[in-house]
């Protein structure tokens, strides 16, 4: 079978056993703490937690992984062996509540053994035995469920069953949470297969795990004991690079003779075949023993591997609208980029090959993640950049490196150095070491860490954060009834405390929004009887409680007083027809752009919006023209907006969610018209026709990957078109003409200023000229040769009797040049002097400075050269 095929095989097999067929979740997580996607349960978290119930009681789905950095920082080792990725697809099933040990270990078997015929004396299975210290009990279930399996097939379950303790056969999502024992099966590829098991887990090429199948029955608490579930689990997770290897090594099975690789597969083949065109050289799948001694063949196969590796994670991470950055998850991807690109100039590929493999991968891919095929031309500009910007770098820090290299004593390149080539010119650590082990030498990363770290702290210490919490005791969570409009002005309230430091009051209810979500927070009044306190400021702290900050000193005597709170009705509005405005802009630069545009950040508040998102490139003003028209149009359209709470899992399918957000259970949706849906928790306007007018400012870069769009809305945007229509009347009376000849005006006039200009630089040239010819032909030759040339000039500024002294001085080798000038109520006064003259005794600045000071000015320089002013 290819890859495709074994693929589906496994789809099949799980829907036939009741599995809903579900889409692999994109590489940008939903969870903050994770870089990338990097298991097929990151998805399915919410579930085995509890936190949400899923409408399929059993799953079955094939998950895009990416595991480069964090705890899986083995960069250095993909392609140099035959089994590391940093991308790699995990094929798996789960059960939530529903089936467990019995049915998933006998439908292993099955898909295993008679389904894609793997020879059963080959495999091995291991169950959990706790050893000293390690929680829970032998898991004897698994145990006989795997015994009556390998009887049964005519095994001896003391030779096929194996046992691990906590650190290979117990699963644990954190130090707490749902855990439990795992059994994984292992095969052993050795040529006559006759080991036994004792290689399994050993860390032997020949002997590795195929399948790991988890079963969550426990509750780790943070005292460190155990409950059990009230349902059980079941995770499995299933390497499909590896087990398509194994097929395609093994000649399916028949074959055991070759070393096992993940790359000889069909997975691999298309782009192994495209850079063999491209460099005129074969992938040979040989495997180096050594960094330091690699053959010229085995240089090639490592280089052959990491790029066929590595465009495959840019290409999948970019379809789901990662792009490489300076921070993050981008640096990440930037890191693996530039990996890549070093081994494609170590092949001799020309720049932009690394791109057009991108193609390669989405022809082979696309027909299975369709994300690849939509968005295949973004996929290839996007990594064609990065790639022509790299190669930019490695030509300027390539001479540093090289000179380092050269110079380097006993062969080691400073941790200082090195770190100057990252801050620099932006070489990764891994880049400098892979450069520097080619030329024989090895990098001090002590030192650059050290250096890493003092930057560090530089960042830190110029980030000021406060945080203000309010103790256990006193968080009454106030209930915000501001979403509705009729809820704005002279609501009834309590307040429930009072925080004289900081002058925070705490309401039982509140209309107030507080900043959040880039929303900014609502002002306006909190009256008690005659007492009104103005409310400059509303936030959540790091409980949740919402704090109303007053403008002045306020008294905890009015802890439990009756009050009536108003919000700033005209802030709030402005404020909401910028919100509702990004979600439209949103939407039009997806529409234009491409739908890899996700938002990165927004701030919206009653004067203005800003924007934040992904994308590779300055926003053309052609493009930008379009958006704005597509914003206005919809607000045009005066389409109804419709809020409404949902379970997560039942918003809307074309509903959008910010991947850096953390959703419970029940979700905020906000839907415009029928073009933009968005979970979000701001407010909002009812009709776009509230909006009334868009316009955007201004589109700039904040970061590598990152643009930014600031625009207006209602009042503020009518504000900026009555004075633009101002400028442009007043313009019209100025140039007595109408609107639309404005701008022609003004360019004929630019053209004629520009010509009378280069008219009277033309004619000044002239002049300057001829005043050069008039003082040479009164220049006197005196001793040695030396001409001394001297005269008063003026009309001139200083810049330009500098520049006939130095005209004057390229005519006569040997001088001794004094010009002095006056223009306006200001006099210059320049000397130069040749070696020459300077060896006769004069001194230039002794000249300026005598001069200067006779008449109350200043000036200097040094014996050749010397100007200064009175």
């Known amino acids: 079978m290819n890859s495709s095929e074994v693929r589906q095989s496994f789809f099949d097999f799980f829907k036939s056993k009741g599995h809903a067929l579900v889409k692999s979740s994109p590489l940008r997580p939903d969870a903050p703490n994770l870089l990338f996607t990097n298991a097929g349960m990151n998805q399915f978290v919410p579930y085995l937690l509890g936190e949400r119930t899923s409408n399929a009681k059993r799953v079955v789905d094939t998950q895009k992984c990416i595991r480069a950095g964090g705890k899986h920082n083995d960069l250095d080792d993909v392609g140099f062996d035959t089994y590391h990725h940093t991308f790699f697809e995990m094929l798996g099933n789960w059960s939530f509540g529903d089936f467990f040990k019995k049915e998933i270990i006998e439908w292993a078997w099955e898909l295993l053994i008679y389904v894609w015929k793997f020879p059963k004396n080959r495999l091995y299975a291991t169950v959990y035995r706790p050893g000293a210290g390690d929680p829970a009990k032998f898991d004897s279930n698994s145990y006989e469920i795997w015994k009556s399996i390998f009887v049964k097939e005519g095994l ?35 040529l006559n297969g006759d080991t036994k098991g004792e290689l399994v887990n050993r860390g032997n090429v020949r002997c590795i795990e195929l399948w790991n199948l988890v079963f969550m029955q426990f509750n780790a608490l943070s005292d460190g004991t155990f409950t059990t579930l009230p349902k059980f689990n079941v995770d499995t997770g299933m390497g499909f690079e590896r087990v398509v290897g194994i097929m395609a090594k093994t000649k399916n099975f028949t074959d055991f003779s070759a070393l096992p690789s993940n790359y000889d597969s069909d997975l691999f083949a298309d782009i192994f075949h495209a850079i063999e065109g491209m460099c005129g050289q074969k992938y040979g799948g040989s495997v180096p023993s050594s960094r330091e001694k690699m053959s010229e063949e085995e240089s090639v196969d490592f280089a052959f591997r990491a790029i066929a590796d590595h465009i495959r994670a840019l290409t999948f991470a970019v379809a789901d609208g990662i792009f490489p950055s300076n921070e993050g998850r981008g640096y990440v991807l930037r890191r693996i980029l530039r990996r890549a690109v070093t081994f494609c100039n170590n092949l001799g590929l020309k720049t932009g090959s690394f791109a057009e493999l991108s193609h390669v991968v989405v022809g082979k891919m696309g027909e299975i993640f369709g994300e690849l095929i939509e968005n295949a031309e973004t996929i290839h500009r996007v990594i064609c950049s990065e790639e022509v910007a790299f190669n930019r770098t490695l030509d300027r820090g390539m001479g540093i490196l090289n ?32 450069i520097a082990s080619n030329g024989g030498c090895k990098v001090d990363t002590a030192v650059f860490e050290e250096e890493m770290e003092k930057q560090r702290v530089r960042a830190r210490s110029s980030q000021k954060k406060s ?36 002058n925070y009051i705490i309401l039982d209810k509140t209309p107030f929004y507080a900043e959040c979500g880039g929303q900014a927070c609502d002002t306006g009044t909190i009256q008690l009887g005659e007492l009104v306190l103005n409310v400059t400021s509303v936030f959540r702290d790091k409980n949740g409680q919402i704090l109303h900050q007053i403008d002045g000193d306020i008294s905890e005597n009015l802890r439990g007083s009756e009050a009536r709170a108003s919000i700033n009705m005209r802030e709030r509005q402005n404020s909401a027809r910028n919100h509702t405005a990004t979600h439209i802009l949103h939407w039009a630069l997806r529409s234009v752009l491409g739908t890899h545009v996700n938002q990165a950040g927004s701030c919206v508040d009653p004067k203005r919006l800003r924007f934040d998102f992904n994308h590779f490139e300055a926003v053309s003003h052609e493009n930008l023209a379009e958006i704005e028209k597509l914003v206005q149009g919809k607000i045009l359209e005066c389409s109804a907006i419709s809020i409404f709470e949902t379970e997560f899992d039942k918003k809307p399918a074309d509903c959008i969610a910010n991947f850096d957000e953390k959703y419970g259970d029940i979700v905020r949706v906000v839907r415009v018209g029928e073009y933009s849906t968005e979970l979000c928790g701001g407010c909002h306007v009812r009709n776009t026709s509230e909006i009334c007018f868009f316009k955007i400012l201004g589109e700039s870069s904040i970061s590598s990957g990152i643009r930014r769009i600031e625009a207006i809305t209602g009042e503020e945007a009518f504000k900026l078109a009555n004075a633009q229509f101002a400028c442009v009347s007043n313009l019209t009376k100025v140039f007595s003409c109408k609107n639309e000849d404005v701008v022609p005006r003004i360019s004929a006039l630019l053209e004629k200023t520009s010509k009378l200009e280069m008219e009277v630089k033309a004619a000044r040239n002239s002049i300057l000229a001829d005043t050069v010819a008039t003082l040479a032909a009164e220049a006197k030759s005196i001793e040695g040769g030396i001409y001394e040339v001297s005269g008063q000039v003026d009309g001139f500024s200083a810049d330009e009797i500098r520049s006939i002294a130095t005209s004057l001085a390229k005519k006569f080798t040997e001088h001794a040049i004094v010009l002095t000038g006056k223009s306006g109520t200001k006099s210059a006064v320049i000397a130069m002097c040749s070696p020459k003259a300077v060896s006769s005794g004069r001194n230039a600045g002794d000249i300026v400075k005598e001069t200067c000071t006779k008449h109350g000015g200043n000036g200097g320089g040094n014996k050749s050269f010397a100007m200064g002013g009175f």
Request: aromatic fraction near 8%.
């Open 156 to 190: 001896d379950p003391n030779v096929h069953i194996r046992y691990g303790g906590k650190g290979d056969n117990f699963w644990m999502m954190g130090d707490t949470g749902p855990c439990g024992p795992c059994s994984e099966i292992h095969i052993d590829l050795t």
């Open 403 to 434: 000179d380092l290299i050269a110079e380097s004593k006993n062969k080691i390149i400073s941790g200082a150095d090195a770190f100057l080539l990252y801050d620099t010119y932006g070489f990764p650590l891994d880049l400098t070491q892979l």
């Open 467 to 502: 945080e203000i919490c309010l103790s256990s005791d006193r968080a009454n969570k106030t209930s915000f009834i501001g979403y509705d409009a009729s809820n704005a002005l002279n609501i009834p309230c309590k307040i429930l405390d009072v925080i004289a430091d900081g």
